[in-house]
T-cell receptor
Framework: GAVVSQHPSWVICKSGTSVKIECRSL??????MFWYRQFPKQSLMLMATSNEGSKATYEQGVEKDKFLINHASLTLSTLTVTSAHPEDSSFYIC???????????FGSGTRLTVV | QQPVQSPQAVILREGEDAVINCSSS?????VHWYRQKHGEAPVFLMI?????EQKGHEKISASFNEKKQQSSLYLTASQLSYSGTYFC??????????FGKGTRLHILP
């Protein structure tokens, strides 16, 4: 089955620093990947759609300059949280759809804690 | 555009049944169901593509009523492993999944 690998699983960083999260499709090519954010006991909120070779499209209310997305290859998308603040602490999850399957596969998620 | 799920939470004893509902104010083209365990990523359960479609996997099944713009997930003879938060997601025209707020299911032994 389709596998999406996300790294790191968790990260603790100081306020004001930047953090990069990687999302890889291991056994398929993904021209599109999706980034979600989930606060404790809440739903998965779509942040942006990552498009290979072009700019990401962001959902309303998501700061483009704060959450930088790069989709440089068909198997890798990265999310960089710039100048992180405690309110950015959350569970970040990526997902992609293997073209021959109809369900979306999620990465294992990254728990970001900003102190 | 976010689908509405009900109930918000359910507590069952092992072996009991549960129904989780998902409705949308907009026309539905497909409905996805996922289960998420605490601290883990969501796991795909099933997708319903056509109105009236029903699917099942072991003792978990789902139906999709296109006219009513709703889907229901049925858990029969629940097992401890069914505990978690269930999310329905609707697929938008640009292939994005928008999730409901989730239904927390807790199974007691």
């Amino acid at each position: 089955g389709a596998v999406v690998s996300q790294h790191p699983s968790w990260v603790i960083c100081k306020s004001g620093t930047s953090v990069k999260i990687e999302c890889r499709s291991l056994d398929f090519q993904a021209t599109t990947m999706f980034w979600y954010r989930q606060f404790p006991k809440q739903s998965l909120m779509l942040m942006a759609t990552s498009n290979e070779g072009s700019k990401a499209t962001y959902e309303q209310g998501v700061e483009k300059d704060k959450f930088l997305i790069n989709h440089a290859s068909l198997t890798l998308s990265t999310l960089t949280v710039t100048s992180a603040h405690p309110e950015d602490s959350s569970f970040y999850i990526c997902s992609a759809r293997e073209p021959l399957l109809i369900g979306y596969t999620f990465g294992s998620g990254t728990r970001l804690t900003v102190v | 555009q976010q689908p509405v799920q009900s109930p918000q939470a359910v507590i069952l004893r092992e072996g009991e049944d549960a129904v989780i509902n998902c409705s949308s104010s907009k026309a539905l083209y497909s409905v996805h169901w996922y289960r998420q365990k605490h601290g883990e990523a969501p796991v795909f359960l099933m997708i319903l593509l056509k109105g009236g479609e029903q699917k099942g996997h072991e003792k978990i099944s789902a139906s999709f009523n296109e006219k009513k713009q709703q889907s229901s997930l049925y858990l029969t003879a629940s097992q401890l492993s069914y505990s978690g938060t269930y999310f329905c997601g609707i697929l938008t025209r640009d292939d994005k999944i928008i999730f409901g707020k989730g239904t927390r299911l807790h199974i007691l032994p």
